[in-house]
């Protein structure tokens, strides 16, 4: 009565063992190394911002009172030292700082750095890295210090 079925279901799944799977060590990875070289990007627009900032291009004030240049750059080198790590000894693409920042956004850069902080340290709990998780902390703290000392500054 009925005729049989010739053809494979579409509900059946193709078995696939060529697609290549990663750990979860190895996704914890890729995540913490995207979380750090996030932070880098914005700690080198800040280091950029302390340089002009110390070359009197912007002036100093309220705003340029948080930025240490010198201190930016050493957590620069020590992020991307840890991103290598992450990444099989590859050192990340650093961009160049764009040039129109102003002392304005400097606010902005320390909140988005102190969040990229947080979310590397979250990762790097979950991985278990206890060197990513004390620099992820140290910066979180810098960045809180930074903020807050800017709030003191214009209080």
Do not use: C, W
């Not at 700690?43 to 002009?52: G, N, Q, V």
């Amino acid at each position: 009565m009925y005729e049989p079925i010739r053809t494979k279901s579409v509900h059946t799944m193709a078995a696939a063992p060529e697609i290549p799977h990663r750990s979860r060590e190895q996704e914890l990875d890729i995540r913490l190394a995207g979380q750090l070289t996030a932070l880098l990007t914005v700690t080198d627009e800040l280091h950029a911002l302390a340089t002009r900032m110390e070359g009197g291009a912007q002036g100093t004030g309220p705003a340029g009172a948080a930025l240490d240049g010198a201190a930016l750059a050493a957590a620069a080198e020590r992020i991307a030292e840890q991103v290598a790590r992450l990444s099989g000894g590859h050192y990340p693409l650093r961009a160049e700082p764009t040039d129109g920042g102003a002392p304005a956004r400097i606010e902005a850069l320390q909140q988005r750095a102190h969040t990229l902080a947080g979310n590397a340290l979250a990762v790097a709990t979950s991985r278990g890295d206890s060197a990513a998780m004390a620099l992820a902390a140290e910066r979180m703290e810098a960045h809180t210090a930074a903020l807050r000392d800017r709030d003191l500054a214009t209080a």
